[in-house]
Nanobody
Framework: QVQLVESGGGLVQAGGSLTLSCVASGYTFSNNAMGWFRQAPGKEREFVATFRWSGGSTDYADSVKGRFTVSRDNAKNTVYLQMNSLKPEDTAVYYC??????????????????WGQGTQVTVSS
């Protein structure tokens, strides 16, 4: 059974930083496309970043480019989302996602097969 488990969310003041973690289990990810998404109350799920489990380039949403960074520790089956210079508009539930058979990175959340339960990030002004 494939599981993605996010952690690291919390309450932070504007300008602060948080690092989210996503631990994968139940499947051997290799070059699979992965993604970080977020959803604020009353809004649609929003693309944050897409990358491959094995490494390489990362595509970021314009709204987070230069502030958020994806990294990975394959030995720990974990990917991270380092979030700096946080803004109140970054407040959302953040989700980690994975594509089971596909290598193609995509911003379309509907094309991901596996999702974590999400972790809440709240940025106060």
């Amino acid at each position: 059974q494939v599981q993605l488990v996010e952690s690291g969310g919390g309450l932070v003041q504007a300008g602060g930083s948080l690092t989210l973690s996503c631990v994968a289990s139940g499947y051997t990810f290799s070059n699979n496309a992965m993604g970080w998404f977020r959803q604020a109350p009353g809004k649609e799920r929003e693309f944050v970043a897409t990358f491959r489990w094995s490494g390489g380039s990362t595509d970021y949403a314009d709204s987070v480019k230069g502030r958020f960074t994806v990294s990975r520790d394959n030995a720990k089956n974990t990917v991270y989302l380092q979030m700096n210079s946080l803004k109140p508009e970054d407040t959302a539930v953040y989700y980690c996602a994975a594509r089971r058979w596909r290598l193609t990175m995509t911003q379309d959340w509907g094309l991901y097969d596996y999702w974590g339960q999400g972790t809440q990030v709240t940025v106060s002004s």
